[in-house]
């Protein structure tokens, strides 16, 4: 018993404590490195996080790089699938065509009506929101972390929590910045909870991600009356984005009765956002 | 093959899984999703070498690939490495520990690696305030677990190669 306790020590030791042949540093003192890592992330010092954004903007640049052949194999890819599926889509957009034409006059009549009713209340119609383009840096979806690396980071003003735009739908807000990169943590993300909106049913509700394609919406009132298709909008509530940013439509789930949301922007097909630099900066 | 030419393989074979390992931490693909199945082809690569041919993959490579790993996938500085040094260490004990190469023995010994370097991962991001999904990291650890020998396989014939 005694000389088997022996052989686990001395094997363990040996794992552990020695360094192999051509290993420079034991696998203890990286295990208590890696440890101590972790502990340094928590504290927010001005030097550690100087480090941190450049060290990660330097892995994103070689990343960019590292990740290009791939990049090039998988636009080839597309650009075939596309070919191969031309004609499907011909159909569905002539039909798609169809539909939004009828749309359009529906819509110009909303829009008429709704500029009525806000002079009607004397509300402020505001500007066209402070906007920042970027470009997709690098888009990898770990299973853990649905986000991606924009390309601008603190050296265009760029801060965390600011909501993040396809076009004009809003897609994510900003989790992490470093000076030249930021990552975007999008709404299809476990970590996401954004406050929202139903129209027309007006109802609150915080729209959550799942790590999958749809996010759901949770804490809807009891007697809620939201229906397929009902869009979904930021609410602005607790000042966190601006009010009224396009998200998507409800899709509700009838075996597991929940109420997804179906994206207005495809997540996996962006390479151009706007950063919404209004929310935070007017708190400041 | 001239001597030359048969050098120049040998080192190619070398530095291969290193060339792999940083593909893989810069490529973000440390972990393969194709429909319901989901691989951690880090885990696998850095248990073999590490117990077939630890000279080949150094500790500290394999820690810097997993700091590559948490920036490219947005994750805090340091919870990849530990967990991949631990599956490192595993490696590193079971070669002490056993004296012929077999598949099956390398196969069982693999379940305890998965095993602490999921616990210390996952601990890690709780910690972090990272949601984790429980049922992710099941499906995950069974499918990595089920597909190592064909990796094994793979990488046995890159090794036996050289000889």
Redesign the interface.
Known sequence: MDTSRE?FGI??R???LRK????????FV??V??????F???IERKPLQVI?SL??DG??R??VV??YP?KIFSSTYNFFEEHITLYKNYDELLKENEELKNDISKSDFLELENSQLRKLIDEQTESQSNLLSARVM?D?Q????N?F?INIGSNKGIKNGMAVLDGESFIGRI??VNYFSA?VLLVTD??SRIPVITEPSGSHAILTGH?KKKPTLEYLPENHKIEDGHKIYTSGKEGIFSPGLIIGEVETNEEEETAEVLLISDLNQITFVNVNLDNVSKKE | MGISSKNYWFKFIDTLPLIILFIISLNGSSVINIKFFSINIHYILVYYWVLRKPEILGYGVIFLSGVISDVVLGLPFGISSLSLLFVAGVAAYVRVVTVRITLINDWISFIPALLFANFVYFTSLYFSNYVVDYLYLLKNSIFTFIFYPVLWAIFSLITSSTK
């Open positions: 052989d094997a363990i040996s794992a552990f192999g042949t051509q290993q420079r540093f034991s696998l990286l295990i490195f890696s440890t101590v890592l972790i340094l992330e928590t941190r060290l990660k892995v994103y070689s990343a590292a990740t791939l690098l990898k770990s299973p853990y972390l986000s690396v989790v992490d990552r476990l970590n790590g």
